[in-house]
């Protein structure tokens, strides 16, 4: 159903119940066009549109000529206009339904959320999506990327969301999730909605997943007793390979000028990549030389953040400037309320305690993880490479995964900090990419658990000079450490006291 008021007396298009007694969708002119582009075009002629004829024929005419000139989308590409290419491509997607299209759309979406730096996560991520404009089709396809990345909690809106306006490809990816790891928790809710982007999309990478769920539908119902179970069951059940052959049947094949505009816009696709990747491969350079002090590249690094309207520009810029009292204020203003935002790429996971600033740049951190998601997302983050010490505490009395934020792009980490256990400390020093700057390794504390067995390799630290461990460390792994590392210095002190 269209979110927004349609006027008294003008057009509109309804879907009956699928089940039940549930109101009718009522969904505006423009939009019916594109959930129903042959319904549309079927009544031109007729009466049905009343005096909203004039308007629907050319919105239909639109339509008709859109939805076959793929050329009309290589133009668009060519003169920088991505968003109306996506406009153009799903055109041709509502009423061919070609996946060769839908694949482009996806492609094209994929390098504009490469392009914004990646989806942000946590207290970021509703901000980010605030300052989206849900009317541009790029842009609502970093909106959609955006509530994949949602908690469950925040999903049901999510979803709500993604079914206002005509179909789009770019759904499926706020499916593909819940068949990995189900919502039983308000299952009723989403799967109304799962299913109607099913039934929409006839998306063939969900048959797999539906495959599964099939083998497990003599348990939904009993097992979780929410209301709309049995009709899971039976929707599961009848979506089997003949209901996704007759759907595929359906799709308009492509002809051979269509598909040469597929190509030519794949090759502009490509360069814009690769312009991306240049212009992060340039900004990469600057921040690293900003890392090792070159004020004349924290200029140039303060005036791009500034012309993005990135707060780590002011930021830059107040603390290259003579330190009055308003500069002094502005700059504890931004520490104090706008921390994450001086982080960067390192927001998801570092915590404000103990987090050190030099010259505009993080240069100590606390950081930890409880999301897989996000220690993968911060990995390649370009502010590792100002980073000199870094601390692991445990996420919620866990050490697992937590060394995989030992990022390769840390260039500059001298000092590691960390609550490990005898395992993961063999982790952490013999397995990974080697970090030649990386001195001293300091364990804070013991984990309580047993050690697995043990990684063989030399050490990924090969300028390190010291490993200090907590006295509550087995002695028989102390020496296995000592014979394996002869050439560093190992120390034993009292755990710290918390902070």
């Not at 039934?199 to 997943?209: E, I």
Request: hydrophobic residues 45%; contains cysteine; charged residues 25%.
């Amino acid at each position: 159903m269209c979110r927004d008021v349609i006027a008294k007396g003008a057009v509109r298009l309804g879907t009956p119940p699928e089940v039940g007694h549930a109101e009718v969708e009522w969904h505006h002119l423009a939009c019916a066009a594109g959930f129903w582009p042959e319904a549309v075009l079927s009544m031109l002629g007729t009466d049905a549109f009343g005096e909203d004829g004039a308007a629907a024929r050319r919105m239909a005419a639109r339509l008709e000529v859109r939805r076959v000139d793929l050329d009309a989308a290589v133009a668009d590409a060519k003169r920088g206009a991505w968003s109306e290419a996506i406009d153009v491509l799903l055109s041709a997607w509502w009423s061919t339904r070609s996946p060769e299209v839908a694949e482009r759309i996806t492609a094209i979406s994929a390098s504009e959320v490469e392009r914004a730096g990646g989806i942000p996560t946590g207290r970021a991520l509703e901000a980010f999506v605030s300052g989206l404009d849900a009317e541009d089709a790029l842009q609502r396809g970093l909106a959609i990327a955006a509530a994949g990345r949602a908690t469950k909690s925040a999903m049901p809106d999510a979803l709500s969301a993604a079914l206002t306006g005509p179909p789009d490809p770019r759904w499926i990816d706020l499916v593909l999730p819940w068949f990995d790891d189900p919502p039983w928790q308000n299952a009723g809710f989403v799967w109304e909605r799962v299913r109607r982007i099913v039934d929409r999309l006839a998306d063939p990478r969900v048959k797999p997943m539906l495959d599964v769920l099939r083998q497990e539908r003599a348990g939904i119902a009993m097992r979780y007793g929410w209301d709309g179970a049995f009709e899971l069951e039976a929707w599961v059940r009848s979506h089997d390979d003949a209901w996704f052959a007759a759907q595929l049947a359906s799709t308009v094949p492509l002809d051979d000028a269509q598909r040469g505009a597929l190509r030519a816009l794949d090759g502009l696709l490509e360069r814009r990549l690769d312009r991306t990747a240049s212009a992060a491969i340039r900004l990469r350079d600057l921040y690293e030389a900003a890392a090792a002090g070159s004020a004349d590249a924290r200029l140039v690094l303060a005036d791009l953040f500034a012309a993005e309207g990135d707060l780590r520009g002011e930021y830059l810029q107040l603390c290259a400037a003579e330190p009055d009292r308003r500069v002094r204020g502005r700059l504890r203003e931004l520490e104090q309320h706008h921390w994450r935002a001086l982080l960067g790429g390192l927001a998801p996971v570092v915590l404000k305690r103990g987090l050190r600033l030099e010259h505009g740049l993080p240069v100590e951190v606390v950081a930890t993880s409880r999301r897989p998601a996000d220690i993968e997302e911060v990995r390649s983050a370009l502010e590792w490479a100002s980073v000199e010490v870094l601390e692991l505490p445990p996420p919620a009395g866990s050490v697992e995964g937590v060394v995989q934020l030992v990022s390769p792009a840390a260039v500059r980490l001298r000092e590691i900090r960390a609550v490990l256990h005898p395992g993961t400390l063999d982790e952490l020093l013999f397995a990974g990419p080697e970090l030649p700057s990386v001195r001293s390794v300091v364990v804070l504390e013991t984990a309580i658990r047993l050690p697995p067995a043990p990684v063989h390799g030399a050490c990924r630290f090969p300028g390190l000079e010291r490993l200090v461990l907590p006295p509550t460390y087995p002695t028989d792994v102390r020496r296995a450490l000592a014979a394996r590392l002869p050439r560093v210095q190992i120390d034993v002190h009292l755990p710290p006291r918390r902070r």
